[in-house]
């Protein structure tokens, strides 16, 4: 019989899939921050922006990252068959928490913006990102745990 190899039922593909899947989330970040970054350059506006503008920006950033982390694992959680993570609940916690971290950012980078590139301002963008980068897809969720170290050497015989 010929089973089909999908993403959705191969843990390495799922892998490569949910990395490319972090690659691009993260490359879109740095180029709307590049972006916003190089059309405020010269403009040399800074003027007093509200202070409500800063703390939205910050609480949306922390709350988030550990929002993101939560649905990750709850995603996971619901995927889960014996020992591991199933390959399709592995890629759709990977899509739903970076898709969540990438958001953060852009509405940040937005509130950046908008405040002529205030000093403060650059801390929510910078968490958010930072939470994206933490949501490197390693896959161990997908592959059963070693129950025997790999090298016995250091056991002394008798």
Not at 15 to 38: D, N, Y
Not at 54 to 76: H, Q, T
Not at 109 to 127: I, K, L, R, Y
């Amino acid at each position: 019989m010929n089973q089909q190899h999908t993403a959705l039922n191969n843990p390495p593909t799922a892998l490569l899939l949910g990395r490319i899947i972090w690659a691009a989330m993260s490359l879109s970040c740095i180029i709307v921050g590049a972006m916003m970054f190089s059309m405020m350059r010269g403009d040399g506006l800074h003027t007093e922006s509200p202070p409500e503008r800063l703390e939205a920006g910050i609480i949306l950033a922390v709350v988030s990252i550990p929002a993101a982390f939560i649905m990750r694992g709850r995603i996971f959680k619901r995927g889960w068959m014996g020992d591991v993570v199933t390959p399709a609940a592995f890629l759709y916690g990977t899509l739903v928490s970076c898709a969540v971290c990438e958001g953060a950012f852009t509405i940040a980078m937005m509130f950046t913006f908008v405040n002529h590139f205030s000093p403060g301002f650059w801390m929510a963008p910078a968490v958010a990102f930072a939470g994206l980068l933490l949501l490197w897809p390693n896959g161990r969720a997908m592959f059963p745990p070693r129950s025997k170290p790999a090298d016995n050497s250091y056991h002394f015989k008798q």
